[in-house]
């Protein structure tokens, strides 16, 4: 049960989000089929930024494995609220060091770790509260200046920071290839990805590095078939954002 009252959302609105839900997941199992993969081999990621609590609440129904969020704000509003009924809560945007104590023992992963600074106020916060954080690390795979995570090249001196780390623990990788990008383009981008994920599981055998996410509405077919192991899927479940509401 949630830990307030959330009033349900309008039934043709819900009945929308159970038939993209299913469609999607429908999708989901014939990618991962076709690359040679059980469906279960990749969780559901419900990117649920500027969504209500009643709409996050109600999707938590659906066979959604757990929720991503962009903004602190949100992930404290929804998780606090009970927004996601047990599911996990994962964060997913940019985070800022001087809000990272709001997101340690809220979010169960951290999925876009992209520097040494970072780091450590992860462990410092984790520490204090006396948990382990598991996180990702974001690489920026298409270079692009307006968006953050790190350059491939950059990834190893990262891993190695956090590694020795006794609050934090390493589970994989996180990347979003360009907009821009035609499909063999970002097929190229996932297929990097997939095999950075291989080299860093290889050096850091201690760390569980089994999470790579990576691939959005538009395109996370091509990612199950490149080895996602957790899509991020917005607009397709929700329909599409009105920021006006926030």
Not at 42 to 61: D, F, G, P
Not at 181 to 196: D, I
Not at 215 to 225: E, K, P, T
Request: hydrophobic share 45%.
């Amino acid at each position: 049960m949630p830990d307030v009252l959330i009033p349900p959302i309008p039934a043709d609105q819900a009945a929308q989000m159970a038939e993209a839900v299913a469609e999607i997941r429908a999708r989901m199992a014939q990618a991962a089929a076709a690359a040679g993969r059980a469906p279960g081999d990749v969780l559901l990621c419900a990117a649920c930024k500027t969504r209500t609590v009643a709409e996050v609440y109600q999707s938590a129904a659906l066979p959604i494995d757990l929720f991503g969020e962009n903004h602190v704000q949100e992930l404290v509003k929804n998780h606090d609220a009970g927004a996601y009924a047990g599911k996990p809560g994962h964060f997913i945007g940019h985070l800022q060091t001087n809000k990272v104590n709001k997101v340690v023992g809220r979010a169960a992963l951290i999925q876009s770790v992209d520097s040494t600074r970072l780091l450590d106020k992860i462990e410092l916060a984790a520490t204090a509260a006396g948990l382990v954080q598991d996180i990702l690390v974001e690489v920026n795979i298409g270079a692009e200046g307006s968006k953050t995570g790190i350059a491939p090249e950059s990834l190893w001196p990262l891993l190695e920071a956090a590694a020795p780390k006794g609050h934090i623990r390493l589970r994989g990788l996180m990347a979003i290839p360009p907009a821009t990008a035609t499909e063999r383009e970002t097929q190229a981008f996932f297929a990097r990805m997939r095999a950075l994920l291989a080299e860093a599981a290889a050096r850091y055998p201690a760390a569980p590095m089994d999470t790579l996410s990576m691939g959005m509405s538009g395109d996370y077919l091509a990612a199950i078939r490149e080895g996602a192991t957790l899509v991020r899927i917005g607009t397709a479940i929700y329909g599409a954002r009105d920021y006006s509401k926030r």
